[in-house]
Structure formats: structure tokens, C-alpha cells
């Protein structure tokens, strides 16, 4: 991934010198980069690095990690009524998911992120069956280690807190469990407090105004003025920034203030614009992914201004030249494949939710995250992202197709 270098510079950086620094030193020292990438997946790399930088090892993990998570996503399943009559369906809705494997076998933190949320939601089911302190702090260190794998997570810190003090009031253990709820928020304002020393500005990462600029606002801007003039646009929006930035704390400030104010300028229709992208994080087929693992895509070309759509490719081909167009570019084989096992995922999914019979505790333990993603990610809803809810939102959908077929079973007896 085009990230993946920070992440491992970061690892070497903390084991040769202790330093937490997503860039190479001998390149001068940047504030930018002590907080641009959280640590957590650089020290699950450094747990190979320790003994050798072998990242075919990092790999060898990852994949053991990801059969892990598979087991584990089923362990939740099986806690929330699944019937292993339909292991089937379970594993040809994760086989026809490429990106499992994908990320297993590429340096990047989603597929660690995706066994931090698995371990949130196997503890939160727990606590939803005996509400003890000891799945609290359970939750509260595997959300831990999802906010240090990647931050987005940041912000699911005070729905975990509210969610544990529910709990709390619920079945009168208030005292015991508004600790282990505190403990994600006191960690988070002490990392908070160092990045004030290394960087001069209180924050947990330094990604944060970039992305606001250069995806929520320029993605709105290219669907509202055209690539061309979005660019433009973004060339003057950056030399406004440069000109304003005399150090982090005032480059990282004047770019979360541009990007809020020019989303509340335009509020009602990028809202819709985002919601359009939240929707397209449950059917988003990888494409993209796919081309790049195998070698099909580079980045240079992925991130080119001029790249088209695969819609608008294929719209411009005429209807004769298709068979061969298919026979060249197998991955949009792939990626209709893809979009059809999400459509019926997806199906399952509303056949889960609208069942009366399973207990909404179950529903909002297994769906909420993924909803929670879907509406924090917007324009960057992409496979990455939705990669570490994956398997909880195959579950679902396989938990729905239980439903109807149990259903259809209940109907058959009665009609006989």
C-alpha cells in the first residue's frame, strides 16, 4: 500500500532509536510524521523486527492472524444464533471477498485493525449475556488498540463510555464499570498531551485536516466542478495553506478550519454527497485493490488526475468489443462477481435486521460498528475501510439467510 513505508519506517525507527517516526531521519525530522500514522501497527511489525526485518514473516502472521479472525468472527456468530448448518454459506460469502486475502498479504494495519473490532464486539456480546467488569476492560483494550491501529476510531471513544455507564446504571454496577469506561479516554488525552511535546499542538493524529482537504473537500469539489477545475481549485486552496503555516500546530489548525468551513458552506449538499459515499462502503468491490496486488495498477497510475471510472470505461466500449475488453481486464470479471455476493450479502443483512425474533442487543453488538464506519468514512469509503467490518457484516447477512430459511421451514411444516 502507498502508506506502508510509514508504517515500517516507524517500526525501525522505534527499535533503533526508540523514536515513534513515520519517515526516515536521515530525510530531517518533520513534526508531521510523528503523528501522522499511530503506532499500533508499527509495533504488531516490530514484533517480527525485533528478530529479523523479514516482512515475508510480517506476512506469514497476517495470514495466520486473518484465520484467526475467521474463527473468531464465527465464535460471535455462534453466540448470536448461528446454525452450522450454514458454514457453507458462511465460507463462500468470505471466499467471494478477495480483500481478506489481499490484506493478509500486504503491509498495512487493516487486517490488525479488523481482529481489534472482532475482539470488541466477541467481549461486547459477553457483557450483553453477564455484565462483569472484567469484559469492560476487554472492550476497553481492544478499542484501545483499534484507535492505535488506525483513528479513526477516535471518535468511537464517547460511544463506548456512554455505552458502558448504559450498562452500568442497568444492572447497578456503576462503580465498577466507570473505570475500565474511563481508561480509552484517559489514554487517549495522555498521547495527546506528549504529541504537545513532540509536535506543539494537542491532537491524536496529524491526518486528520489532510484528509478533510484533500478527500471530503476535493472529492465534493471534483463532483461539483469537474476534475480540471478542482484541481485548480485545490493548487490555490494549497498555497493558501503553505503561506499560512509557519509550524504544525498552524498548518494542522488552518486546515481543519478551512475544511469545517467550507463543509458548513455547503452543508445540505455535501451532506448528501457524503451519505451517497456511505452507502457505497457496504458494496465497494476493491477493484482498485485487486489490480494493485496483482501488479495490473501501480500508484503512479492509481493516484493519475486524468483516471476514468471503470463505469465510464466500460460505457465508452462498444457493445462488440466487451468479450475481448473481459478477456483483458479479468479483475472487472472479479469485480462484478464481487458486486453480486455483496448484493445478496446485503439482502441478508436487511433480513437480519428487520427479524423481530433476534434481540436488538445482538443486532446493535454486530451492525453498529460497521454502521458507525459507513458514516465516518463518506468520500474515502473504500475496500480498506470496510475491511475490518467485513466479516461482521458476512455474518449478518448470513444470519439473515438463516432467518429466511427457517422461516420457510416453520411455513412448509404448517402448510403440510
Known amino acids: 500500500m502507498g502508506d506502508s513505508y510509514e508504517y ?3 517500526a525501525l525507527n522505534i527499535k533503533e532509536y526508540g523514536l515513534f517516526y513515520a519517515s526516515n531521519t536521515a530525510w530531517g ?29 510480517v506476512l506469514l502472521l ?50 490488525l485493525l479488523q481482529t481489534f473490532v472482532l475482539c470488541y464486539v466477541y467481549f461486547w456480546i459477553n457483557m450483553i449475556r453477564e455484565t462483569k467488569s472484567n469484559w469492560a476492560w476487554k472492550m476497553s483494550l481492544a478499542l484501545l488498540g483499534a484507535v492505535f491501529t488506525k483513528p479513526i476510531f477516535y471518535f468511537f471513544i464517547p460511544i463506548h463510555f456512554l455505552m458502558l455507564l448504559y450498562f452500568g446504571f442497568k444492572k447497578k454496577q456503576r462503580s465498577r464499570l466507570l473505570f475500565p469506561a474511563l481508561i480509552p479516554i484517559i489514554v487517549v488525552l495522555l498521547y495527546n498531551s506528549w504529541n504537545v511535546q513532540r509536535t506543539g499542538k494537542f ?10 482537504m484533500y478527500y ?13 477545475l478542482a484541481a485548480q481549485y485545490m493548487q490555490q486552496e494549497q498555497q493558501r495553506w503553505d503561506s499560512a503555516s509557519t509550524n504544525f500546530a498552524s ?12 463543509l458548513k ?52 466500449t462498444p ?66 475501510y470496510h475491511l475490518p467490518v467485513s466479516l461482521l457484516v458476512i455474518g449478518c447477512g448470513v444470519l439473515g439467510f438463516q432467518k429466511l430459511g427457517q422461516r420457510k421451514k416453520i411455513l412448509g411444516n404448517h402448510s403440510s
Not at 41 to 50: A, E, G, P, Q
Not at 251 to 262: I, V
Not at 323 to 333: D, M, R
Not at 339 to 352: A, E, P, R, T
Open 216 to 228: 471530503n473537500v476535493r472529492m465534493y469539489q471534483e463532483q461539483r466542478l469537474g476534475k480540471l
Open 265 to 316: 458552506a455547503h452543508f445540505f449538499s455535501y451532506l448528501w454527497f457524503h451519505l451517497k459515499y456511505s452507502v457505497q462502503f457496504f458494496i465497494h468491490p476493491g477493484k482498485g485493490e485487486i489490480d494493485l496486488f496483482t501488479g495490473r495498477l501501480t500508484y503512479g497510475q492509481f493516484y493519475k488526475k486524468d483516471n476514468k471510472r471503470i463505469v465510464e470505461i466500460l460505457k465508452s
Open 203 to 212: 491532537h491524536f493524529t496529524g491526518i486528520q485536516p489532510w484528509n478533510a
Open 8 to 10: 515500517v519506517f516507524m
Open 319 to 384: 457493445v462488440a468489443q466487451l468479450p475481448t475488453f473481459f478477456k483483458t481486464h479479468l479483475s472487472v470479471v472479479v469485480m462484478f462477481l464481487v458486486l453480486l455476493f455483496n448484493f445478496f450479502k446485503i439482502v441478508g443483512v436487511g433480513i437480519f435486521l428487520v427479524d423481530i425474533k433476534t434481540s436488538w442487543a445482538i443486532k446493535v453488538a454486530l451492525f453498529s460498528i460497521p454502521i458507525y464506519l459507513a458514516l465516518l468514512t463518506g468520500p474515502l469509503a473504500n475496500t480498506r
Open 62 to 111: 497476517q495470514n495466520a492472524l486473518s484465520v484467526f479472525n475467521i474463527f473468531l468472527s464465527r465464535k460471535v456468530l455462534l453466540m448470536s444464533g448461528f446454525d452450522r448448518k450454514y458454514d457453507g454459506l458462511l465460507l463462500l460469502f468470505i471466499g467471494a471477498y478477495p480483500a481478506q486475502f489481499i490484506f493478509a498479504n500486504t503491509l498495512a494495519p487493516d487486517l
Open 251 to 262: 498548518w494542522y489548525e488552518y486546515g481543519n478550519h478551512r475544511a469545517e468551513s467550507f
Open 29 to 57: 525530522i518533520y513534526p508531521l510524521y510523528f503523528t501522522l500514522r499511530p503506532p499500533g501497527y508499527s509495533l504488531f511489525l516490530l514484533l517480527v523486527y525485533l528478530f529479523a526485518v523479514n516482512n515475508w514473516a
